[in-house]
Every structure is written in structure tokens, then in C-alpha cells.
């Protein structure tokens, strides 16, 4: 019923959009135009009817958080400023009476269990973007009163103690084959949305296709059909532009590619040459009946050859005997025999033909050198290159060719490193 772009209202188009901002004081105008010029937030309102019977909206908030890097340390400012900002919107549209459900890449991994390497990670819980889901998450055990968090991560709702929970690896290191990765995907609802209307909440990581995987959620509600689109859920659609169409914009145009004209057109030529010509042939090799022996007709064999001056000519009616009665006849179990000895020459000497080339070219061209082995595992490392701004950018190196996994894993990547030499 209703569709808006961002979380400021600085995008709205005040034509279907969703509403309630909340005190955005704290932010300049400036700030808030840098925080939704990434396109980071989009909003849908819908109408809900619940199990039992009652309406209610509910508001959809699909966001893609920023990340944290280590080397850019203003993002993390940036990214800190975007958790206010969501939770500013999103406390807004709880106090107006609306259902409300953050879901989309956190780009955090809030609880030790939701992290890979936690233990290896020193002031987990320290992190700011931690520190902030502890501000908006409970838990389905807290009591009503001052304390209590207006959302709840639906997955630990349902699945509190799963380990091995995760929603992102890296396609680098190829750390999906042993699950060596962190959740950073959620689907967060209200508290009374998730105690009264949520069935189940599950994770995909068996969908490929990317370094996340889908989430999801089931509700117990239905959806009330709204009177027409919001403007935003239809702005590409011609149909929806509010201006009578010609029946023109129905109707397709087909393009045709030029490459494929030319193609076409240059086929088209070829076929009719070949048609002449096989035309031509037929006529030319057609023979009439009393053109037969005539000197316009087609000639004999004998015709192409010219009997020397000092022998005598031959009889026009003397018929030279066929290769076949010149050979001694050989009977089946001869020619079989043949055949395959002269099959068997013809492997050997192409056999040959090739090793020689083979060797030659091995004594012209080294080949590249052979993969060293790694020290954990003793098997062929692959090689890698540096891609951060340094002295070594640009430099190769060989590293164990195993998926990154936990430490304690066997079978994951050891810490084997080497430098290849300069060429």
C-alpha cells in the first residue's frame, strides 16, 4: 500500500510513501543525503490480516548495512550513523501503530556463535556494531517492562543453540566448502509480531550463486490486497504513468541486428551463386542423344592422349587391360591381413612423427616450473597475488591450495607461504 526509497525522506516523492521519520535532529542535511545516496534502504507497507481476523500494517525495511573497513576507518563512522538512522525510522513506525521487520545483510555477526573465529577475535563483544544489536535485540525470556528491546532475531527465536549458522563466507578462500563463514543476514521483527504471527525462520546456505545466502521467515498472517500500486513499485511501467497510450506502445518494434542483416543478405547472395552454378553444371554434363560421339559431345579417355610419331598407333578398338588384371589376385584372407599391416605402419610412423615434434618442442620451451608442495598436507600449493597497495602489490606467492576452515580442521588450508621468484 505503500513504497518509499531511503530512510531519511529526503527520496520521497510525497505520493505513496510510507511516513514517520521520527526526530532526525541529530543529523544534518548533508549527512542524511550521504546516507541514502547509497542506496542502502528500500520500504513497503503492507495490510496484514491475522489469525484472528484482525488488520494491521506492517512495515517491511530491506536494507543492506554498510561494511566496516579496517583501512577506511570514516566507514566505520558511516556505518554507525546508518544503525542510528535505521533505528530511528524504525522506532518511529512501531510508536505509529505499524508492525515492523528489519531484514537484509546487517553486515554484523552479533553473538560469538554467530562468528567463525570468535574465540581468535580479541574485544568480541566491544564492537561498536555489536554493541548496537544489543541495544535493539531481546529475547523471547525477558519480562514486560523499561529494559525490554523492541526487536528479536527471529533464526535464535527458533534456534537459539544452533552453531554453524552462518549466511556469508569468503569466495576467495573458498571457505563455503567447510563452512567457515558468519551470519550476517536477519530477519528481526517487533516482539509481538514474532510471539504472535511467526511460524518459523530458517537460513539457505544450500542456494548458490553468491557469497551470502538467502534468509527467510513464515507468518501466520495473510495479505489485504491494496486499492493500487504505489507509485514507486510501478514508476518503469508505461501502463501506470497516468497518461493516455497509443496503441502503438503495445506493439513491439523488432529491431533487426545490422551484423545479422548483412549475414543474411551476404547468405542469400552465396545460395544463389551455388544454385547457378550446380544449374551450370547439369547443363553442362547433360547429355543429348544426338550429340553421342559427336565431336561436341563428351569425349573418350583415348581423346586426351597423343600416340608418339616412331611407334605405331594403336587400334581405336584396342582396349588397355585394368589394374586389377595386372596385380596377382590375392584371396580375403590376403587383403584382410594386408590391410592390417598397412594399418599398423601408418599408427607407427605418425606415432613417432609425434614424439619427435613432442621432444623437440620440450627442448625449446622449460614449461612452467612445478606447483611446490605445501608443508602441512604435502600436496601441489596454487599460487596467488598480491592486491594490496604496498611494496608487494603485484607480487606472486604460493599458498596451500585447500579451503580456508577452523584451525582444529584437519583437511583445511595450512599456513604454508612462499614466495615465487621473479621471473
Request: proline share 7%.
Amino acid at each position: 500500500m505503500a513504497a518509499e526509497e531511503g530512510l531519511s525522506g529526503l527520496l520521497a516523492t510525497h505520493n505513496g510513501d510510507v511516513g514517520c521519520y521520527g526526530n532526525m535532529d541529530e543529523f544534518t542535511q548533508e549527512e542524511l543525503r550521504a546516507l541514502d545516496s547509497e542506496g542502502r534502504a528500500l520500504l513497503t507497507q503492507h495490510k496484514i490480516r491475522t489469525w484472528e481476523g484482525k488488520q494491521k500494517t506492517l512495515t517491511l525495511i530491506n536494507v543492506y548495512c554498510p561494511h566496516a573497513d579496517a583501512g577506511k576507518p570514516e566507514r566505520l563512522t558511516f556505518k554507525m550513523r546508518f544503525y542510528r538512522l535505521l533505528q530511528i525510522r524504525a522506532e518511529a513506525l512501531l510508536a505509529a501503530g505499524s508492525h515492523v521487520i528489519i531484514l537484509g545483510d546487517l553486515n554484523t555477526a552479533h553473538c560469538r556463535i554467530d562468528h567463525w573465529d570468535a574465540v581468535n577475535l580479541e574485544c568480541f563483544e566491544e564492537d561498536p556494531g555489536r554493541k548496537w544489536m544489543d541495544g535493539l535485540l531481546s529475547n523471547l525470556g525477558c519480562q514486560a517492562g523499561s529494559h525490554v528491546r523492541p526487536f528479536i532475531d527471529s533464526y535464535r527465536c527458533f534456534q537459539p543453540k544452533q552453531e554453524g549458522a552462518f549466511t556469508c563466507w569468503s569466495a576467495v578462500s573458498g571457505a563455503r566448502h567447510l563452512n567457515y563463514g558468519s551470519r550476517l543476514d536477519y530477519v528481526l521483527g517487533d516482539r509481538t509480531l514474532v510471539i504472535d504471527t511467526f511460524q518459523d525462520s530458517f537460513l539457505l546456505p544450500e542456494v548458490m550463486g553468491s557469497d551470502h545466502c538467502p534468509v527467510g521467515a513464515v507468518l501466520s498472517v495473510s495479505s489485504v490486497p491494496a486499492k493500487q500500486c504505489p507509485p514507486l513499485c510501478t514508476r518503469f511501467l508505461p501502463e501506470f504513468a497516468g497518461t493516455q497510450l497509443k496503441i502503438l506502445r503495445f506493439l513491439v518494434h523488432h529491431k533487426q541486428d545490422p551484423v545479422f542483416k548483412q549475414s543474411v543478405l551476404r547468405l542469400g547472395k552465396q545460395t544463389q551463386v551455388q544454385m547457378h552454378q550446380n544449374k551450370a553444371r547439369v547443363r553442362s554434363t547433360r547429355l543429348r542423344p544426338n550429340q553421342t560421339g559427336s565431336s561436341r559431345g563428351q569425349k573418350s579417355l583415348t581423346s586426351y592422349f597423343q600416340p608418339s610419331s616412331n611407334r605405331p598407333q594403336a587400334s581405336p578398338n584396342l582396349e588397355l587391360p585394368s589394374m586389377g588384371a595386372l596385380m596377382t589376385p590375392k584371396t580375403p584372407e590376403e587383403e584382410v591381413m594386408a590391410k592390417v599391416v598397412e594399418g599398423q605402419v601408418g599408427a607407427s610412423e605418425a606415432k613417432d612423427e609425434k614424439e619427435v615434434q613432442t621432444s623437440f618442442w620440450k627442448s625449446l620451451l622449460g614449461g612452467p616450473l612445478p606447483m611446490p608442495l605445501c608443508g602441512g598436507h604435502r600436496e601441489p600449493c596454487v599460487m596467488r597475488t598480491v592486491k594490496k597497495p604496498g611494496p608487494n602489490l603485484g607480487r606472486h606467492f604460493y599458498m596451500c591450495a585447500r579451503p580456508r576452515g577452523p584451525p582444529t580442521d584437519p583437511s583445511s588450508r595450512c599456513n604454508f607461504f612462499l614466495w615465487s621468484r621473479p621471473s
